[in-house]
């Protein structure tokens, strides 16, 4: 019997380090979700896809019908430092369908910064990706010369004299001067598990009016010079 007691000590030392070595790993293993809201603002108000909403100054209105986008390469960031990519990184995200998309990443880290793009960088257009949200069918997919479509918005303006006048704003492009891709970087809460985006349309729609031009279906200059438009009226109101 005192031939055994030494052997089933140790045995109850491992088993004991074995379990707290596992419930140590589950608590710092541990993943949180983060939610990613993207939608639209007017008038300081949230509003819906395919709704007419009147412009502040006039009888005139308009509605947006298609508001679909790409974000990618997201990164947490502590005081200025890196401390967490996303791997795979991109989403399509379709406002009239799914506004949202969650990312997970460890339990433990302080965040008080996130970054991420708006549409799909050169290296990504270039890969031969082509599945999951960069499956071709899924309708953001211009041919190999062009690439990746970053942002599709598409609505229609409803005058007072009863015409209309769609417009159709297709932006991509990822080669040198007509690279149009926007890295975006926002101050978060520490502690936040969602994260609200908003386009602030009443700044949108002041743009589209003084350009002499509504519908853009290709890179170019013009291209890049939308896409930072709409980056700068992308707004975070957690």
């Not at 390469?73 to 399509?92: A, G, P």
């Not at 492009?173 to 936040?192: S, T």
Request: hydrophobic fraction near 40%; charged fraction near 20%.
């Amino acid at each position: 019997m005192d031939y055994f007691r030494p052997h089933l000590m140790l045995l109850r030392i491992s088993l004991m380090a074995f379990i707290f070595s596992f419930l140590f790993s589950k608590v710092f293993a541990q993943e949180k979700s983060i939610r990613f809201d993207f939608g639209l603002l007017y008038k300081d108000q949230m509003i819906k896809m395919n709704k007419d909403y009147f412009f502040k100054s006039s009888n005139d209105s308009f509605k947006i019908t298609v508001l679909k986008f790409y974000i990618s390469n997201i990164c947490f960031y502590d005081k200025d430092k890196l401390v967490w990519s996303e791997k795979n990184s991109t989403h399509l995200v379709d406002v009239n369908a799914k506004g949202f998309f969650t990312v997970n990443m460890p339990n433990q880290l302080n965040i008080d910064k996130v970054s991420f793009d708006l549409g799909i960088d050169s290296v990504t257009n270039t890969s031969g990706a082509l599945d999951g949200d960069l499956d071709p069918m899924l309708g953001m997919y211009w041919t190999w010369q062009s690439g990746y479509i970053n942002l599709k918005l598409e609505g229609l303006y409803n005058y007072s004299d009863m015409q209309q006048q769609p417009f159709e704003f297709h932006i991509g492009g990822y080669n040198g001067e007509d690279n149009a891709l926007q890295h975006l970087y926002f101050d978060v809460n520490p502690g936040k598990n969602k994260l609200s985006y908003k386009f602030k349309l009443d700044s949108i729609l002041n743009e589209l009016k003084n350009i002499n031009y509504k519908h853009l279906m290709s890179p170019g200059i013009n291209a890049v010079l939308f896409s930072k438009m709409i980056g700068k009226n992308i707004i975070l109101t957690q």
